[in-house]
């Protein structure tokens, strides 16, 4: 039996500072947050949005609106992953026609989650643009996706797992990769 070799890549005072970052280089590109809205793809997408709202409001002071999407419909695997796909619902109570949306989620890596996730949101609405926010970036795409705002990229091998720990999901903030020794 296969044993995983575990490595942290990120502790919690390094997801905050990651976040942080993210945050003040979101408030530096965006020109003012008037239209700016986060979309955080379900699960851990939106813990992430959560958090950077609560950051951009306070370097700022001006309040960024959080939405929740639930891409399951929208996966290219739906008839692979399960026969009865759960559901979770998308939340997002505001229009998103003529918004400035960034999109955020834990992992960056084939683009097929993120592909799901843009059309989505163009069903909901035309909105001004649509940038992207990712806790980590690991590469190995399979579309042409491409992160505006990354965390941390970190080279993978397609046998290497990124896992996201989220204090509001896990009950601890960390990131590791995992490899079958």
Request: hydrophobic fraction near 40%.
């Amino acid at each position: 039996m296969a044993t995983m070799q575990t490595r942290i890549v990120l502790d919690k005072q390094d997801l905050n500072r990651t976040l942080t970052r993210i945050a003040h280089e979101i408030s530096e590109r965006s020109r003012g947050m008037e239209h700016l809205v986060l979309i955080g793809i379900r699960r851990r997408g939106v813990a992430i949005a959560q958090r950077l709202s609560q950051k951009l409001h306070d370097i700022t002071g001006v309040p960024v609106p959080v939405g929740a999407l639930d891409i399951t419909l929208y996966r290219d695997d739906l008839s692979e992953i399960d026969a009865q796909p759960v559901l979770k619902k998308t939340e997002i109570p505001f229009s998103v026609k003529g918004k400035r949306i960034i999109l955020c989620d834990d992992v960056l890596y084939t683009g097929r989650t993120i592909r799901a996730a843009l059309d989505g949101i163009i069903d909901l609405g035309r909105p001004m643009s649509i940038q992207l926010a990712v806790l980590i970036d690991r590469g190995h795409r399979e579309l042409p996706i491409q992160a505006n705002y990354v965390g941390k990229a970190i080279s993978t091998t397609s046998d290497e797992q990124i896992e996201v720990f989220l204090e509001e999901d896990d009950h601890i903030d960390q990131v590791l990769v995992k490899k079958a020794a």
